[in-house]
């Protein structure tokens, strides 16, 4: 059973970019959950996606958006870019949003912003 | 709002040694906990889990953890560990009906033989 899939693994882009991640959860998990990872902050929660529809958003700035697709597989949008805006980006999916399931994470996607 | 807090943020231990890291939580509800590990290099992964029942929760590795609901802490503990234990762990916290994690900030250990 292949796990989570997150495109692409690394990424470079200037300030003022905007950029979108993707994530592919495990066949069969509908909830996907998306985290930032920095070595200041820690990992700090962005969104949670089930069933298309986004459940829980973190205490990031409308900059941040995403979305989930029927197939459950997410993307994630950052636009206009800061220096702050590198880091790990990592995606997680279970089978439902209950919070007594499993979560898998992917490997993330590192991005960095010149 | 929920917070999880790691007291211990850098542990180095030599090989056999007992390990015990920290973990407090700050929620009124019922909540579910988990302790991460990320290997170098490697995915975040899944060590163990407490949701109800018996407070004392074994995962996997030779990893256990005791949850102490009037204390708000789950702290983590190996009897002996070893070289390839060298990772970072993570506490985190999700209340009823919902993924969202929250983090504590991560203890970094490391095992030296």
């Known amino acids: 059973k292949a796990g989570v899939t997150q495109t692409p693994r690394y990424l470079i882009k200037t300030r003022g970019q905007q950029v979108t991640l993707s994530c592919s959860p495990i066949s069969g998990h509908r909830s996907v959950s998306w985290y930032q990872q920095t070595p200041g902050q820690g990992l700090q929660f962005l969104f949670e996606?089930?069933?298309?529809?986004?459940?829980n958003k973190g205490n990031f700035p409308g900059r941040f958006s995403g979305r989930q697709f029927s197939n459950s597989r997410s993307e994630m949008n950052v636009s206009t870019l800061e220096l702050g805006d590198s880091a790990l980006y990592l995606c997680?999916?279970?089978?439902?949003?209950?919070?007594?399931?499993?979560?898998?994470f992917g490997p993330g996607t590192r991005l960095t912003v010149l | 709002a929920q917070s999880v807090s790691q007291h211990n943020h850098h542990v180095i231990l030599s090989e056999a040694a007992s390990l015990e890291l920290g973990c407090n939580y700050s929620?009124?509800?019922?909540?579910?906990l988990f302790w991460y590990v990320q290997y170098p290099g490697q995915h975040l992964q899944l060590l163990l889990k407490?949701?109800?029942?018996?407070?004392l929760v074994k995962g996997i590795k030779g990893f256990e953890a005791e949850f102490i609901k009037s204390k708000f802490s789950f702290n983590l503990r190996k009897p002996s560990v070893q070289w390839s234990d060298t990772a970072e762990y993570f506490c985190?916290?999700?209340?009823?009906?919902?993924?969202?994690?929250?983090f504590g900030t991560g203890t970094r250990l490391q095992v030296f033989p």
């Open positions: 407490y949701f109800s029942g018996d407070p």
């Open positions: 996606y089930f069933s298309e529809t986004q459940r």
């Open positions: 929620y009124g509800g019922t909540v579910n």
């Open positions: 997680a999916s279970s089978f439902s949003a209950s919070g007594s399931n499993e979560q898998f």
């Open positions: 985190a916290v999700s209340s009823h009906n919902t993924d969202k994690l929250i």
